[in-house]
């Protein structure tokens, strides 16, 4: 199977897996900027935004087919996952512990059985385990469980923080797992486990006569699959790096939830893997479709690079009918279970930020801390736990449905790790950004034109390079500094008295990536100068780290 088809794979079966950007942020920074909401995104809240895309998740149909609440009962049904918990050492141990409840509950459908194998509860998530048999399977079908989520007894709906399947070779059947932050507020609870459908995709492409040398925007027809059109703009970045933006136009809205447009570049036969820093989905201006996406320059050399929009076609849609009603229970997790109250700084001298709680189950260690301010963001940017001799690297987790002053840190436990009252548990945070707001002086951008023309500006003791130009009736501003320490301007907008014109990002920047070049694009604009302001920016420390002693 080739790269391109593992990770469209990926992308159709796992709701955390592509980097789509978190809405809520995004639009408290539209319309609060000048309350300092920071514009650079976190990688963590990205991984945030992945789990609370509600706004795409399709609403659960009604249970045709509700199965009798089945009492817990443990000594699961052991299973070969295959790599399928990788990521997730906890759930693993878990269940090498027999500490799995076993559901062996199926619905059929059209052909297809779903089976739901076993739940893992503890005091930090649900996690519940399930593989799917579709009968006769082509090669190139992809198939998804959609829209999963959880309902209590009230009624009230939890949707998946995360799912994932693949493909079970030996098996020939897909195995997967639903997660959830939510837990019984008791010891047992009856839910229901619903999807929304049971889809299968083919994946597809459509040539693109790209020119990577221009840095005008081009426009390709496309007609296919209820996209219009797609809109593609190349940028130079610093190094040996180029930035595709996109957008693509659809005449059929509801595509969107499950085309996963991208761009994909080929030398030769050979496909060309893009780099990390993506993100896929952020609405433009009039509804559109973005994308940014970053390729190593030398691995797509012009004249010897073609290029495709990659996406998927909905073959099948089986939707309805998929519901589970479980008893689930914790009660088999509660005594490998410690809660510790926390309170200390994030550092000394630190007000922001508090510990405030700990919680070690035997699947995982989450710990919370509190935030004097709104969706404030941790200085620091990696996170380890040192558990008695043991690193384990942990995850911020962001949600606007949680407290907005609180903010998570998970880290997975794994099997063997021995954790009793007497184990010394230390926090490390590395790679120090810092957040600034006190330069508010506008810069003037005079004589703009097609001519690119830079100036040179001191901020926060850094010299930062800017570039500005026309190209069309947009103009582009560029900001960046040879000083890896400055970590970058995060979003720029042109004063007007009491009004102000944001600048739209187009360059896809990460707090504390060593990257600190930033392109905004104002559209439209008329004028021959322009006052630049800035929201806040950024340094970075890589070197700086802080211990705090959580236990004992």
Same mark, same amino acid.
């Given at each position: 199977?080739?790269?391109?088809?593992?990770?469209?794979?990926?992308?159709?079966?796992?709701?955390?897996?592509?980097?789509?950007?978190?809405?809520?942020?995004?639009?408290?920074?539209?319309?609060?900027?000048?309350?300092?909401?920071?514009?650079?995104?976190?990688?963590?809240?990205?991984?945030?935004?992945?789990?609370?895309?509600?706004?795409?998740?399709?609403?659960?149909?009604?249970?045709?087919? @509700?199965?009798?609440?089945?009492?817990?009962?443990?000594?699961?049904?052991?299973?070969?996952?295959?790599?399928?918990?990788?990521?997730?050492?906890?759930?693993?141990?878990?269940?090498?512990? =027999?500490?799995?409840?076993?559901?062996?509950?199926?619905?059929?459908?059209?052909?297809?059985?779903?089976?739901?194998?076993?739940?893992?509860?503890?005091?930090?998530?649900?996690?519940?385990?399930?593989?799917?048999?579709?009968?006769?399977?082509? *090669?190139?079908?992809i198939w998804k469980v959609s829209g999963m989520s959880? @309902?209590?007894?009230?009624?009230?709906?939890?949707?998946?923080?995360?799912?994932?399947?693949?493909? !079970?070779?030996?098996?020939?059947r897909y195995n997967g797992y639903f997660e959830t932050?939510?837990?019984?507020?008791?010891?047992?609870?009856?839910?229901?486990?619903?999807?929304?459908?049971?889809?299968?995709?083919?994946?597809?492409?459509?040539?693109?006569?790209? =020119?990577?040398?221009?840095?005008? /925007?081009?426009?390709?027809?496309?007609?296919?699959?209820?996209?219009?059109?797609?809109?593609?703009?190349?940028? *130079?970045?610093?190094?040996?790096?180029?930035?595709?933006?996109?957008?693509?136009?659809?005449?059929? /809205?509801?595509?969107?939830?499950?085309?996963?447009?991208?761009?994909?570049?080929?030398?030769?036969?050979?496909?060309?893997?893009?780099?990390?820093?993506?993100?896929?989905?952020?609405?433009? *201006?009039?509804?559109?479709?973005?994308?940014?996406?970053?390729?190593?320059?030398?691995?797509i050399p012009d004249g010897q690079t073609s290029y495709?929009?990659?996406?998927?076609?909905?073959?099948?849609?089986?939707?309805?009918?998929?519901?589970?009603?479980?008893?689930?229970?914790?009660?088999?997790?509660?005594?490998?279970?410690?809660?510790?109250?926390?309170?200390?700084?994030?550092?000394?001298?630190?007000?922001?930020?508090?510990?405030?709680?700990?919680?070690?189950?035997?699947?995982?260690?989450?710990?919370?801390?509190?935030?004097?301010?709104?969706?404030?963001?941790?200085?620091?940017?990696?996170?380890?736990?040192?558990?008695?001799?043991?690193?384990?690297?942990?995850?911020?987790?962001?949600?606007?449905?949680?407290?907005?002053?609180?903010?998570?840190?998970?880290?997975?436990?794994?099997?063997?790790?021995?954790?009793?009252?007497?184990?010394?548990?230390?926090?490390?945070?590395?790679?120090?950004?810092?957040?600034?707001?006190?330069?508010?002086? /506008?810069?003037?951008?005079?004589?703009?034109?097609?001519?690119?023309?830079?100036?040179?500006?001191?901020?926060?003791?850094?010299?930062?390079?800017?570039?500005?130009?026309?190209?069309?009736?947009?103009?582009?501003?560029?900001?960046?500094? !040879? !000083?890896?320490?400055?970590?970058?301007?995060?979003?720029?907008?042109?004063?007007?008295?009491?009004?102000?014109?944001?600048?739209?990002?187009?360059?896809?920047?990460?707090?504390?990536?060593? =990257?600190?070049?930033?392109?905004?694009?104002?559209?439209?604009?008329?004028?021959?100068?322009?006052?630049?302001?800035?929201?806040?920016?950024?340094?970075?420390?890589?070197?700086?780290?802080?211990?705090?002693?959580?236990?004992?």
């Amino acid at each position: 199977m080739s790269k391109l088809e593992n990770t469209l794979k990926r992308q159709l079966n796992d709701e955390g897996s592509v980097p789509y950007p978190d809405f809520n942020k995004m639009w408290d920074q539209v319309e609060g900027a000048a309350e300092g909401f920071p514009g650079k995104m976190s990688k963590a809240d990205v991984r945030g935004g992945n789990r609370t895309r509600n706004w795409r998740r399709m609403t659960v149909a009604a249970s045709l087919s @509700a199965l009798l609440a089945a009492a817990p009962v443990y000594a699961a049904i052991q299973y070969d996952w295959g790599n399928l918990l990788r990521e997730k050492d906890g759930i693993q141990a878990a269940l090498d512990q =027999n500490l799995g409840q076993q559901l062996e509950q199926s619905v059929t459908k059209d052909g297809v059985t779903l089976t739901l194998h076993t739940a893992i509860v503890d005091e930090n998530r649900t996690v519940i385990l399930y593989s799917m048999d579709v009968g006769e399977r082509d *090669d190139k079908e992809i198939w998804k469980v959609s829209g999963m989520s959880l @309902a209590d007894e009230q009624g009230n709906t939890v949707e998946a923080d995360q799912y994932y399947q693949q493909w !079970d070779e030996e098996q020939q059947r897909y195995n997967g797992y639903f997660e959830t932050d939510w837990t019984p507020g008791k010891s047992e609870a009856k839910v229901t486990l619903a999807a929304a459908a049971v889809q299968s995709f083919s994946q597809a492409e459509q040539e693109l006569s790209l =020119n990577s040398n221009s840095t005008e /925007p081009q426009t390709f027809q496309l007609g296919v699959e209820g996209m219009k059109s797609i809109e593609v703009k190349p940028f *130079d970045q610093n190094g040996d790096k180029k930035l595709f933006a996109s957008a693509v136009t659809f005449s059929n /809205p509801d595509a969107k939830e499950w085309v996963y447009p991208q761009l994909t570049a080929y030398r030769g036969s050979t496909h060309v893997e893009p780099l990390p820093e993506q993100v896929f989905g952020t609405p433009g *201006d009039n509804g559109e479709y973005t994308l940014k996406q970053y390729f190593k320059a030398s691995e797509i050399p012009d004249g010897q690079t073609s290029y495709k929009l990659q996406y998927t076609k909905l073959e099948r849609n089986i939707s309805g009918g998929w519901s589970f009603d479980l008893q689930l229970s914790k009660k088999l997790m509660e005594s490998g279970t410690i809660k510790t109250a926390l309170n200390a700084p994030l550092e000394a001298g630190d007000t922001m930020h508090s510990f405030e709680q700990m919680v070690v189950t035997p699947t995982q260690i989450r710990v919370t801390l509190k935030a004097k301010e709104k969706y404030k963001q941790l200085p620091y940017y990696k996170y380890n736990l040192e558990v008695g001799g043991t690193v384990l690297e942990g995850y911020l987790y962001l949600s606007p449905d949680d407290d907005p002053y609180l903010l998570t840190l998970k880290f997975e436990r794994p099997a063997g790790l021995v954790i009793d009252a007497q184990t010394d548990i230390t926090f490390v945070g590395k790679y120090k950004v810092t957040n600034h707001e006190d330069d508010t002086t /506008p810069l003037l951008l005079k004589n703009i034109s097609a001519e690119k023309q830079t100036v040179i500006r001191e901020t926060g003791g850094y010299d930062v390079k800017w570039t500005y130009y026309m190209q069309g009736k947009d103009l582009y501003v560029e900001t960046e500094s !040879d !000083d890896h320490h400055f970590g970058g301007i995060n979003q720029t907008y042109i004063g007007l008295g009491n009004e102000r014109i944001l600048g739209r990002p187009v360059t896809v920047n990460f707090a504390g990536d060593g =990257n600190n070049k930033a392109i905004d694009v104002y559209k439209d604009f008329k004028g021959t100068e322009a006052s630049i302001y800035m929201f806040n920016y950024n340094t970075d420390e890589p070197d700086k780290e802080t211990r705090v002693q959580l236990r004992p």
